[in-house]
């Protein structure tokens, strides 16, 4: 089979490796799809602090079941699933109460383990997750994502009737504010810098979007939310003006969600957070049961994945990929590598 592995900062090289057997517990995934994410592009691009090269990368990802090892129940073969990514100890503190995603052990495939860019990869059969017979592969590999947006919107408590502003309206904030439409909220705002991306956010029934370059979070939440203002903040974009908006804007006993990664420090005004009872909250990864609603989410079509991708591209123009999200940058989301060359999505790369 052939393997896609970062041996370096902008180098992917293909090897041909036999195809693995799965073992006791196991399941074989012939993979279909893998989405690249953000944090996939600062391994590309050897700005990822916890990782080490060569890496084989892969988080986002759909298969199909194509072998079953001893012991394994509840799966069959030819099954759509994907599967969680983390690697835990299940002896630690967080994992000994269930907060598995925040193991003081962990790791996660395609970072600090082996990911699934390759034909064939094995995982644990009680990592996976099974999808409808009516998925597409490109939903598929969507679950991860959406399990992120499932699990901060889960962390904020009560959406019902609550006025919601998202700072970044990438792949995570564009699903957080769908997950937060799915969970009743009454009117989400959603901020970027990127007029295609505020457009897809508009595509997919976010109420309302704010261009930071063109009027303030501010002026956009009083114009949108008038006197109510809006409740439950959710920071996506990773960087401090965004923190510094939500903190002063958002009311009195609220509840800000972080979930953004920063890549400098950022300061906080304290002062406002303890004066203003605001609770904040970080949100780490998802849990097995994220994957689940979210699965059901796009099954239902509650959340919409196509409106976010950008293109496709074969899998041994993995590269490429990363040249395109360089030189698009703002003007792209999500792009998805078709492994299975058998069902090659129409208008890929080649």
């Known amino acids: 089979m052939r393997q896609a592995i970062v041996t ?14 799965a073992g006791n517990g196991q399941v074989r995934i012939r993979i279909q799809r893998i989405g690249i994410c953000g944090s996939d592009i600062h391994v590309f691009h050897g700005k990822h602090p916890f990782v080490t090269y060569p890496l084989v990368q892969g988080h986002e990802y759909a298969g199909v079941i194509d072998q079953i ?26 994992c000994s109460r269930g907060q598995y995603n925040a193991c003081e052990s962990l790791k996660v495939r395609g970072f600090q383990a082996p990911g699934c860019a390759q034909e064939y990869f094995l995982t644990e059969a009680d990592k996976v997750i099974v999808l409808p017979d009516t998925f597409e592969p490109d939903q598929g590999a969507f679950v991860e994502p959406v399990a992120v ?21 990438g792949t995570i904030g564009n699903f957080i504010g769908q997950a937060c439409k799915c969970l ?8 970027d810098i990127s007029e295609y991306r505020l457009q897809v956010a508009s ?8 261009n930071v370059t063109e009027e303030s979070l501010e002026y956009a939440a009083k114009r949108f939310f008038g006197e109510a203002g809006y409740d439950i903040a959710v920071e996506v974009a990773g960087v401090e003006d965004s923190l510094d908006a939500l903190v002063a804007g958002v009311g009195k006993g609220g509840t800000l969600v972080l979930v953004g990664v920063f890549g400098e420090r950022p300061s906080v005004d304290m002062s406002v957070v303890c004066e203003h009872e605001l609770i904040l909250k970080g949100s780490m990864m998802y849990l097995r049961e994220d994957f689940k609603k979210a699965a059901q989410w796009i099954a239902s079509g509650h959340i919409q994945t196509e409106p976010l991708i950008s293109r ?7 590269s490429s990929a990363y040249d395109y999200l360089e030189e698009e940058g703002e003007s792209a989301l999500k792009v998805i590598i078709d492994v299975d060359r058998k069902k090659l999505k129409l208008g890929s790369s080649d």
């Open 203 to 210: 595509e997919v029934g976010i109420d309302a979007v704010c």
């Open 8 to 21: 370096g900062p902008g180098e992917i090289d293909f090897r041909d490796l036999d195809e693995p057997i």
């Open 312 to 318: 496709h591209f074969t899998f041994e123009d993995f």
């Open 184 to 191: 009743g909220a009454a009117k989400v705002l959603i901020a």
């Open 69 to 94: 090892g001893e012991g394994v129940t509840g799966i069959k073969i030819g099954n759509n699933v994907t599967a969680t990514p983390q690697e835990t100890c299940g002896g630690c503190p967080p």
């Open 149 to 169: 947006a499932v699990h901060a919107t889960g962390l904020a408590g009560n959406l019902t009737g609550k006025n919601i502003v998202v700072s970044g309206a």
